[in-house]
């Protein structure tokens, strides 16, 4: 399954797919080559905003320049952000756009996706162990 759903910011489900199957013949090689890249934009890139401690995230921002128009009379940039984790054996992935803002995708769609990783890989607090004092 590509996505479970997509949740608008009030709550509503906005869409929900009928995931089907699709092969994509691409040599192992190249792919490693994207993941590579995806790895270290997180850890050295545009996407350091997604770089946690408890889980190795991967993924890409982009950005969208818009010239003022009727639709976006401000011109002002759509920005996204595409991710996945573990790096090593992905569970997850983790899209954000967002519509006419006022940014780019590493300063503003990487934070959220911070976020969802944070909360679906939270940090774990270290086990207290019985320490006798004298």
Known sequence: TLAKQAIARNGAVKFRPDPKKTKIDVKPEFLASVRRGMRGAVTHGTSVATNL???????????????PSIHNKHGRNHVWFVSF???ENPEVTVVVFLEKSHGYGGSLAAPIARKCYEHLYPVKAPESKDVTVL
């Open 53 to 67: 401690p408890q889980v190795q995230v991967a993924g890409k921002t982009g950005t969208v320049e818009n010239s």
């Open 85 to 87: 984790a573990p790096y």
